[in-house]
Nanobody, 123 residues
């Protein structure tokens, strides 16, 4: 079945960098939006960055200019490059995708979430 698996999280210092990866697998006909969300303790989950299949991107104001989202469509993979991370960026980062499964006789898209990967930024 369709699933998303994140990787690349860990501990990083301010001034360093990280690259998160998320690979979608299973019976996939099409992936529309792929995105990254994050949730810090005691806070609501928020959108970090999104990217449509045609390359249009959106970023949260708090990460604009520092984070970069990209996709490798042939591998159904999305990345998040985190430059100059700050302690305020510490959170669990979740992969999100709107996917049309290939096992149904229809073209409806469904929302899928990864399990999350912890990112901790220290000063």
């Amino acid at each position: 079945q369709v699933q998303l698996v994140e990787s690349g999280g860990g501990l990083v210092q301010t001034g360093g960098s990280l690259r998160l990866s998320c690979a979608a697998s299973g019976e996939i006909l099409r992936i529309n939006v792929m995105a990254w969300y994050r949730q810090a303790p005691g806070k609501q989950r928020e959108m970090v960055a999104t990217m449509s299949s045609d390359g249009n991107t959106k970023y949260a104001d708090s990460v604009k200019g520092r984070f970069t989202i990209s996709r490798e469509n042939a591998k159904n993979t999305v990345f998040l490059r985190m430059n100059s991370p700050q302690p305020e960026d510490t959170a669990v980062y979740y992969c999100y995708a709107e996917i049309v499964p290939g096992i149904y006789n229809a073209y409806a898209a469904y929302a899928y979430w990864g399990q999350g990967t912890q990112v901790t930024v220290s000063s």
